[in-house]
């Protein structure tokens, strides 16, 4: 399409910045808002960039240096040695016991498969 006013170009330059750049220009002489404007997804990036552009500071300096400073520390010493006492003694040898055992439990299962298998071996003999 051609819109009054620009000059005819190739197609490949119409889907570009200066297109957009005219439409955007001629829709805020119009008193229409720049979000009414459709963007096209080529443009996308071009468009970022000349947006940030306009931009003095784009980098946070992060919170100001009264809120750094207000945290109170004093107590951290208390709250990682209760942190270190979570799971009671008691349920910590509780589990290790219940491990320990789980590791027999094992060894007789093992042990009990390898007869079973010899077991079997014998039985294919004898007949």
């Known amino acids: 399409q051609n819109i009054p006013g620009e000059v005819p170009t190739d197609p490949a330059r119409d889907r570009g910045i ?13 008193g229409s808002s720049i979000s ?8 996308v990036l071009k468009i970022l ?5 306009d931009f003095d500071k784009l980098r ?10 207000v945290r ?3 107590k951290d010493g208390e709250y990682w040695e209760a942190l ?5 003694e008691r ?9 320990a055992a789980l590791l027999e439990y094992h060894k007789v299962l093992t042990r009990r498969a390898e007869l079973l298998s010899e077991a079997t071996v014998l ?5």
């Open 18 to 30: 200066g297109r957009s750049r005219f439409r955007r220009d001629q829709l805020q002489s119009a």
């Open 36 to 43: 009414d404007v459709s963007i096209e997804v080529d443009n």
């Open 49 to 53: 960039k000349e947006f940030l552009r």
């Open 60 to 69: 946070d300096d992060g919170p100001p240096k009264e809120i750094l400073d």
């Open 72 to 74: 109170d520390n004093s």
């Open 84 to 88: 270190t006492h979570v799971i009671p």
């Open 91 to 99: 349920t910590l040898k509780l589990w290790d016991a219940l491990g």
């Open 123 to 127: 039985q294919k003999q004898n007949s």
